[in-house]
């Protein structure tokens, strides 16, 4: 018996991940774990893959149905997706392969809030959750399962699953121990309550995930790494446009509109999001507190600097030099980081009552502040929504960052209206590029549109996006949102016609 | 001292409407009582449109920015935008002259969730709240005000405003007394608890609205009615819309993914929420309760015959036999019905909690699911958002309704790409036209796409929604949401030239 699996029970039934891949069957729905590449199962799914590849090439084909927390990494999604071995994909994902396959047509994706996906199972309309394959750290003596890097769905898919796959993974640390914050109080309408959280540090649950024995039937012996990518610094760009949030928030504490300490920050997932991290790092800001989806190495770096006091989320994403720093002093990083499931993560209940400073990536904003957050020229998708509508809405402030250019500067981020719509003016509080920062807050339209192509478009686009925008004044059908119907879109059109959208 | 000022020191402060009008500055905010045409102040308005369009035809031009619950009346919302004497109007409005003045420039229109309003007055970037001008319906011997017909922002303008102007209408009945729940536990962030609300019918409030007498400048006595309108039969279309709607309450029942007593309601206001209203008075269901925005008639009659247990919400819009009845036996009612303000009536906490089954009109839909629900293509701002963002994103099911054809069939509702958006396809579960329910949950684009053309769109649109679609899947730059954007608006853009969308 492994170090790792204390239990007797659970100890006799370690098989080797072809067999585990076995007790899934054809046209299954299969509850994953994993969320932004961290804690997802790393060897049942590539076994899974080369079954169904098998299946597939026979002539006898088979598919699964693939829920996960989010994102996970080529070794699942990605493989999976080559093996043509997934029907429908939710709520989640950014992988390559399945990116191809989703936007040919091969594979069907639904796109979630990432706090609605735990209710929605439970409901039902998805069908039953067959088999969850999910990651843990360790079991107890007991029999109690001690999650990963990532808590995401896994409460739910092993309440809602008829069989349970565990992968026992003895490359997390030992020490996440107690880390996790396991809220066993949700339920479906009317028998919910108020979630007791009050502070982002607030344990509210336990730190283990219960599983009735019988229902695991496979547990599978992995000590393989998550997809740790490796940090990259911050570029000019990232660093001007962490500048401007930082200088906006910097603003808001000066008039009163928020506290010394701020808010609870939430703050996506990349290179812009590392550099406002980084910025925060060298500001005015002390005794912060984050309540967010995912840490990154620089949540670390402002909790080693003192700058973050304590941080709630529902999983890591961090660097291979980040992930050694963290195992090396992870006893005491357990006193200020917390990782819950991630209906508590992003319920709307919680983030609306901390007053969440949300911060997230687009794709592209138009004139007007609507935010397409996924879809390229409208129709292929890249990742997803993710949490961002969980939190942007709930915000007690949301703020969009992109560059204004994209694409070597041949698209402008800042377009007459865009493609598709993934939060809409009403959600929208502050635009943030490179460029500027527009403060949106209690803004008409028509104020709005100024204040963007102003502040936030690249020099080069601002005079085509006044000109449409002074044409649709003159031209519109109604004058509260003037459009030009007939050339609204004709930016995307000329991209996708001549690689450009400039003149 | 008349009967309903049972206050000595407020009702010193009696004066007509011209002297309280001329304590409102020029330049002001002004924070007035009003949701959907109830509790509106019926004096001061048309005192202050008054001296704004005498001021404004003398050259020394004067306007006010008016912020409101939502909707008013032709003596407010209409006298003052006829006058040319509103900035900046928010959160909702429905009036015609206002309509016009948005859409040809003269106004300006900040459309906001109806939930987030009163945080984002406490947060101060609107500005200070200079007047506030309530209606209510009595002041208590020890200065407590009895509110009126609704409750929509009031509370918040009470408090944040400098200086209180109050009208007491003693057209609205004693009765009302005790059937409101002002709950004054909310705070900013960080200083937020849970709001201790688990059913429609809980009481965690007080019953009055209260206000320091230093800041009331003047009160005003009036007899006025309500913007009552005459209640309309529900048409064909109607009832066949509410039919569906109803089958599919009935089948999530069966499913056993609603309990028989189903979940608190909300229900839009309009003729198709009537129908829905009054086929559940014919329907299986009982013991039913509410959690909406506004009590129509069709609630009243669904109470009278027990189908109805209680129902929460911020306003009355009754007609005027409705008043008559409700005055009639408004000590029944009381034990049934509850009137909070509008932050907790839509608050987005309370309604995910309840799991509200939402239902709301719209302008258009498009095949992949996503609504607009205010805008006339794309550009002329019809009403509002209200409260439909509230409670479609947090509803446990939310369900669109509409029409399938506009304008005596020139215009589709359902269109290859909607020209505005305001509820994104992440928060659409169910669409429902006279044609047909889709049922939305869980499906990827393209499956939507499928579903909402063969059940929802009109069979004359049907054969040019296909076609779309179909040279979409071949032509599109992607293929999870396939889209021709030269073409997506083109709908829109022929009847804007020709006066219809029919080939």
């Known amino acids: ?27 299954a729905n299969v509850g994953m774990s994993g969320f932004t590449g961290a804690g997802y199962p790393k060897e049942v799914p590539g076994a899974l893959a080369k079954r169904l590849a098998e299946a597939n090439a026979s002539g006898d084909p088979m598919r699964v149905s693939l829920w996960t927390g989010a994102s996970t990494a080529p ?30 047509g091969a594979m069907d994706y639904t796109d979630i809030h990432l706090s609605h996906v735990a209710q929605r199972v439970w409901q039902g309309f998805l069908g039953p959750l067959d088999v969850a394959v999910v990651e843990i750290s360790g079991i107890t003596e007991d029999g109690r399962l001690i999650p990963s890097s990532s808590v995401g769905n896994n409460k739910t898919w092993i309440d809602q699953a008829d069989r349970v796959i565990l992968e026992v993974n003895s490359w997390q640390s030992e020490q996440l121990e107690g880390m996790h914050d396991i809220y066993y109080g949700t339920a479906l309408p009317p028998h919910r309550n108020p979630i007791p959280l009050t502070e982002p540090g607030d ?55 928020l506290p010394q300490d701020l808010l609870p920050l939430q703050s996506g ?26 840490i990154q190495d620089g949540m670390l770096d402002l909790i080693d600097s003192g700058t973050l006091r304590t941080v709630s989320a529902t999983a890591f994403s961090l660097s291979p030099a980040a992930v050694e720093r963290f195992n090396n002093n992870a006893a005491d990083y357990r006193e200020r980081i917390l990782l819950r499931p991630q209906e508590i993560s992003n319920h709307p209940e919680v983030v609306r009552r901390l007053g969440c400073l949300a911060m997230n990536g687009i794709v592209e904003a ?23 509508g969980d939190f942007a809405r ?20 800042i377009v007459p209206m865009v493609s598709h719509v993934d939060h809409t003016e009403h959600d929208v509080d502050v635009l943030v590029t490179e460029q500027g920062a527009a403060d949106l807050r209690g803004l008409a339209p028509r104020q709005r549109a100024r204040k963007i192509i102003e502040h936030c478009a690249h020099p080069d686009f601002r005079p085509a996006l006044r000109d449409y925008y002074e044409r649709s004044l003159a031209g519109s059908h109604g004058g509260h949102t003037p459009h030009l119907l007939d050339e609204s879109l004709s930016w995307h059109v000329k991209y996708l016609r001549e690689g450009t959208m400039r003149a």
């Open 1 to 27: 018996m492994s170090g790792r699996i204390r239990n007797h029970r659970m100890a006799s039934k370690v098989v080797e991940a072809d067999e585990a891949a076995r007790l899934i069957p054809a046209g």
């Open 203 to 257: 344990r509210i649950g336990v730190p283990h995930l219960e599983c009735p024995p019988e229902k695991v039937v496979a547990v599978v012996e992995t000590e393989s790494p998550d997809r740790n990518t490796v940090f990259k610094e911050p570029d000019e760009v990232s660093r001007m446009i962490a500048g401007h949030v930082l200088d906006f928030l910097g603003s808001e504490v000066r008039h009163g509109r």
């Open 366 to 388: 138009d004139i007007y502040g609507n935010i397409n957050s996924t879809h390229m020229m409208g129709s292929r998708v890249q990742n997803g929504i993710g949490g961002s």
């Open 269 to 294: 997932v990349g290179n812009v999001a590392n550099a406002v991290l980084a910025g925060l790092g060298d500001g005015p800001f002390h005794e912060l507190t984050a309540y967010t989806e995912v």
């Open 75 to 104: 070794e699942l999604d990605g493989a999976l997706a080559e093996a043509d071995g997934i029907e429908l994909r939710l709520p989640y994902q950014s992988d390559p392969v399945s990116r191809e396959k989703i936007n040919s």
């Open 394 to 413: 709930n915000a007690y402030t949301s703020i969009f960052v992109t560059p204004s250019t994209a694409k070597s500067g041949a698209i402008s981020t």
